[in-house]
């Protein structure tokens, strides 16, 4: 009975220590699960006709239209859209750091701004259009104008938030120690603040997708946006489709470039990530 005892005690072990798949590959794959069985229900749905193909085409030809598109004019329309939301994501998220910063840190400054602010984040986008184009004409800088002020408030509102939840005592403690108002902005403030920053950066950078489709689908005559609409006078789904699928692709991208940046910035944080299944 005892020379059975360690082989008893070490088949647990060998169990555990076989190779299994890296857990960031097996996470990205559970999120490629959904859009794949999206895919698949609408190509059956598709091809045994409970879906006309005029309204909704099959994803195969969906993507005979993304190669097509992608040997012609589409990385013009890439490029050209790609250029305007950076641009007019660093110029809104700029000055929602500058304004949120300045409200955060002080209550006067809150008195003055807020209430013009909060007026202002209520108005939808398209709103914005005419009055742009009026002021601005049809060419590149209403379109920058317009993404810079879908960028502004998701970026302004976060910050302000993240720097007001900063615990007191934090702030008490820099005092103590003396710190200088730039010591204490630099050494406890922003720290504390960078989560906060990081959501509202990936929130406007989302919006600053959907403020571009709104400039391009009014006045563009390159663009993602201008392609939906090309797609839709033309009577083409499946180009709006394709345009559909890049910008998603393009705003998936641009998130997890800042959702790498946030893990680096944010390493030294030890916060509950959530638990796996088998947990």
């Known amino acids: 009975m005892s020379n059975d005892l360690p082989t008893q005690l070490t088949l647990p072990v060998a169990r555990r220590q076989s190779p299994s798949l890296n857990p960031v590959w ?26 006309p193909s005029y309204q909704m085409p099959a994803p195969s030809e969906v993507a005979l239209t993304l190669t097509d598109l992608a040997e012609g004019a589409l990385w013009k329309h890439i490029g050209a859209s790609l250029l305007r939301v950076l641009l007019g994501f660093a110029i809104g998220a700029g000055l929602a750091l500058a304004f949120a910063a300045w409200v955060g840190l002080s ?9 013009t602010f ?26 920058i104008v317009l993404i810079a002020i879908g960028a502004f408030f998701p970026v302004y509102l976060n910050v302000v938030a993240a720097i007001r939840n900063i615990d007191r005592k934090l702030v ?38 959907m403020f571009l489709v709104a400039a391009e689908l009014i006045a563009a005559t390159k663009g993602l946006g201008y392609l939906l609409s090309d797609g839709r006078e033309t009577s083409r ?6 345009a559909i699928i890049v910008l998603a692709l393009l705003g998936k991208l641009s998130d997890g470039l800042l959702a790498v940046a946030e893990r680096r910035w944010l390493s030294w944080r030890d916060t509950f990530t959530g638990q796996d299944s088998q947990d």
Not at 130 to 136: E, K, Q, S, Y
Request: glycine share 8%; charged share 20%.
């Open 26 to 51: 097996r996470r990205r794959l559970k999120g490629l699960a959904l859009p794949l069985l999206i895919v698949l229900a609408l190509e059956f749905i598709v091809r045994i006709g409970w879906l």
């Open 107 to 115: 209550r006067e400054a809150e008195a003055y701004l807020e209430p």
């Open 118 to 143: 909060a007026a202002l984040r209520s108005i939808p986008s398209l709103a914005w259009v005419p009055l742009l184009l009026l002021w601005l004409g049809i060419d590149e800088t209403s379109k």
């Open 172 to 209: 008490e403690v820099g005092r103590i120690y003396g710190f200088s108002r730039l010591q204490l902005v630099r050494r406890i403030l922003l720290p504390a603040a960078l989560p906060g920053l990081f959501t509202g950066l990936r929130s406007g950078m989302s919006l600053a997708w």
């Open 237 to 242: 789904p499946d180009i709006v489709l394709a």
